[in-house]
């Protein structure tokens, strides 16, 4: 459980780096699922940004009781996970991540999640690990994105430069296993990866079931934005119940 300073850390600054670590035999069986889905599709060499539409066995690692145990001190007991997501940069040639908020890309009203990304290799600076602007997202608004359709950014959203210091950032070292929590409004991003080992990391995210997601907004965000269309995912009720009543959860976790 995270104690009453990692909460108020989290409120405060917008992300916590909890005294929490996945064993070696689960890091394992991450890598080795990481490597069966690229082995079939190959093009998620750098992010895949729907591993529940394509794997659904990564589902089983969003169940851990931890780690939803700490997010429901963050977000409430009623949780939903409506996405997971890899993003891995490989050694020498991984991709930048431009600075962006997640909430720019997301279909929740009101927009709320809490993302745990979980390193399933060392992240440091040197292979391109996350960086956080502390404190950036206590305006609860989103800044402005351009669409920025650079091949060699992982995502095509990033904010205007003239909205954050990028000299006000701190480096997100983890240690394979460690993980990170962060809120949907915090600025961040990360660099190219030049160096001779891979950084990937592993996200989910979740959100009180009082939002809903909203597969209209997905659709039209699509229309307007280009990238990855959201609107099909399938959202699943981890634990408590719908409080909005109006989220379709397609699958209920297994008991």
Known sequence: MLSDSEIAQYHDRGYVFPDFKLPADTLAEIRADHDRLLARYPEFRDNCSDLLGFDTGFLNYARNPEILDMVAQLIGPDIALWNMSFF????????????HQDGAYWPIRPLATCTVWIAVDDATP??????????????????????????????????????????????????????????????????????????????????????????????????????????????????????????????????
């Open 88 to 99: 891995a940069k490989p050694a020498v040639n991984g991709k930048k991540t431009p600075w």
């Open 126 to 255: 040197e292979n391109g690990c996350m960086r956080f602007i502390p404190g950036s997202h206590k305006s609860k608004t989103l800044a402005e994105h351009a669409v920025n359709n650079d091949p060699d950014y992982t995502l095509n959203q990033e904010l205007d430069p003239a909205t954050y210091d990028p000299a006000e950032a701190i480096d997100v070292t983890l240690e394979a296993g460690q993980i990170s929590l962060h809120d949907v409004y915090l600025f961040h991003g990360s660099e190219v990866n030049r160096s001779p080992h891979p950084r990937r990391g592993m996200t989910l995210r979740l959100m009180p079931t009082s939002s809903v997601y909203d597969r209209a907004m997905a659709a039209e965000i699509h229309a307007t934005k280009g990238g990855y269309n959201q609107a099909k995912r399938t959202i699943f009720l981890m634990r408590g119940t719908d409080r909005s009543g109006a989220n379709d959860f397609r699958v209920q976790p297994a008991v």
